[in-house]
């Protein structure tokens, strides 16, 4: 187990579940992954751990949804949990510290990015695309 992994684990209230430790392993051999399981089961979690995993290293997370409000929803948790210094929001029709660390934005902008080959990509370690059955 990797330290970045430990510190992680470390710093939960709860043991991780059989299969946010597997989804933990596949992030950790560089593999992408696609958590697929019930509301509340605890997808977040490994969406988290990727989130640690970026800022561990350096590099940065974007954290996707496909509609604003599930954006603006996630901006204010992540904010919570790693200061709004640390994260970013940017929708179609808003942008505030969009160089933070951890940035989220609604799926069509990170397609946008992706089109136009944005430097913003450059240091990026995460793509984190929830809901995404909903595209």
Sequence with gaps: MTSTRESFLAGLSHEADRFQLRAMDALDDGSSVLVAAPTG????????????RARTSGQRAFYTAPIKALSNQKYRDLCELHGPANVG??????AHNADAP????????????IYASSGRLDSLSAVILDEVHFL
Excluded at 41 to 52: C, D, P, R, W
């Design 102 to 113: 951890i940035v989220v934005m609604t799926t069509e902008v990170l397609r946008n990015m």
């Design 89 to 94: 929001l940017v929708t179609g029709d808003n």
């Design 41 to 52: 089961s605890g997808k977040t979690l490994v969406a988290e751990y990727a989130i640690h």
